[in-house]
């Protein structure tokens, strides 16, 4: 499985990156291909492509502010899986539940 995420906390410093992390470490354990955006004090980091969305099986954000450029994601809504960063460095099984 192909899975695609976007981190943000308010700050964009410490929950933005433990989210990554956690959702690339799970993703790992399970055996899933896996890409991390962050969008945090520096910016975006890691920019996902056009066509590793258009791929991906699961969408995560896992936020607290709003994404930047979320338009690339309109087309996806169906795939897409809304959690906080806390949520998700707590649990991130949470990511494959419907």
Sequence with gaps: M???????????IAHTYMAAEAIKKICKQK???????????????????DVDIKEADIIVFA??????KIERFDAYKDKI??????AVIQNPSIIFEE
């Design 2 to 12: 192909k899975i695609v995420a976007i981190t943000s906390c308010a700050t964009g």
């Design 31 to 49: 055996g899933h291909e896996c890409k991390v955006e962050m969008q945090g004090a520096l910016g975006i980091e890691d920019k996902l492509k």
């Design 63 to 68: 936020n607290d502010v709003g994404i930047s």
């Design 81 to 86: 899986r809304k959690l906080t960063p806390h």
